[in-house]
């Protein structure tokens, strides 16, 4: 028996539903699946919780219905969990037989290989910004790596990250290169993000994420403002923002609309070579940031952090690191990244 992949099993759900073949399409869901048409436009919203509120919610849509239909148009897996899907939905009024034809976007989160969770948006970008920040605030560790780090191919390393723990990627590529170049350089990271369930960040190029398939950009304190890069890139995207002092740190948290950034990054907690001429934050920045941010803002650790100091940035009260040298240059690059996400991990159980 071939064994579907999530987007497989979200496009035969829809199938299924349209052609009011309920019994396979909850054969894809969990018994507890929860279906939240909250922000439909159309006569019958609100939240179904399991099977026997799904069937009767199916019973009223489908009361005035002569016939339906629901066409995929596109599809995007973002991390582990999430799926996001446009679909094309076609109904025929049973009295009016007037036809009417709308699209939306899907948010699925997957439990497995079972549907836990669908939320319709009436956009594909609005469903995808929503997987994508979800997503986000997960994420423990991240890794940043150049194009081609230590001058070879970066997808067995990328790969072995993710295998290890890693949830986010970025390519930080700082040498010249044209946009073809850079282009053509982020294809595995954005291969291995989507291949293996990460996020995939660009640095500094608002402009070439759309080309690059990322699912965000990062942007410094000297690079575009975090709402024009918010514009160049398009609402549907993750922009992330370097904080270098409590100032920078307290501005960004409190800033709003499209000047606040999806991730925060404090640092760099220790002198690297990877921020020349960056002078060290120190732990208090950690623990400053640690104090402020006490809602659900995804905020990393950053700067010469390893597995000899991680305990260090734990205990300081950081529960997410972005690291570099520790995963790029381990011998064993899994290992060196199930070790650091160990640590973080128990500071988030904590």
């Not at 849509?61 to 973002?78: A, C, D, N, Q, S």
């Not at 009436?122 to 979800?134: H, K, T």
């Not at 070439?208 to 942007?219: K, W």
Request: aromatic fraction near 6%.
């Amino acid at each position: 028996m071939m064994v579907m992949t999530k987007a497989q099993t979200l496009e035969r759900f829809f199938q299924a539903f349209g052609g009011n073949d309920l019994d396979t399409a909850l054969s894809l869901t969990t018994p507890e699946v929860t279906l939240d048409r909250s922000n439909s436009k159309g006569p019958i919203r609100g939240i179904a919780r399991g099977h026997d509120e799904i069937r009767a919610a199916s019973a009223e849509l489908r009361g005035p219905i002569e016939g339906m239909t629901w066409e995929p148009k596109r599809i995007r897996l973002v991390g582990a969990d999430f799926v996001v899907i446009e679909t094309e939905v076609s109904i025929k009024g049973r009295c009016s037989e007037i036809n009417v034809v709308a699209r939306g976007g899907w948010l699925a989160r997957f439990e497995g290989a079972l549907i836990a969770e669908g939320i319709l948006h009436q956009d594909f970008g609005d469903a995808l910004l929503e997987a994508r920040r979800r997503t986000l605030s997960t994420s423990r560790l991240y890794f940043v790596c150049e194009a081609q780090p230590n001058g070879r191919d970066p997808e067995p390393l990328l790969e072995s990250a993710i295998r290890g723990g890693v949830d986010v990627i970025q390519m930080r590529e700082k040498a010249p290169r044209c946009a073809e170049e850079l282009i053509a350089f982020a294809e595995p990271f954005a291969r291995a993000a989507r291949d293996h369930g990460a996020l995939f960040f660009l640095n500094d190029r608002p402009d070439l994420v759309a080309a690059c398939d990322a699912d965000g950009v990062h942007v410094g304190q000297d690079d575009d403002p975090v709402a024009e890069a918010r514009a160049a890139t398009g609402p549907a995207t993750l922009v992330g923002l370097s904080t270098h002092s409590p100032a920078q740190f307290d501005a960004a948290l409190t800033a709003t609309g499209d000047s606040r950034a999806d991730q925060l990054s404090a640092g760099p907690v220790w002198k690297t070579p990877t921020k020349q001429g960056r002078p060290a934050a120190g732990l208090e920045l950690i623990r400053h940031a640690a104090t402020k941010a006490t809602g659900d803002e995804p905020w990393f650790a950053i700067g010469g952090i390893d597995a000899a100091n991680i305990g260090e940035v734990v205990g300081a009260g950081a529960t997410r690191a972005v690291v570099v040298r520790a995963i790029r240059d381990a011998p064993d690059p899994e290992a060196a990244a199930r070790e650091l996400r160990a640590a973080l991990d128990s500071s988030a159980s904590i």
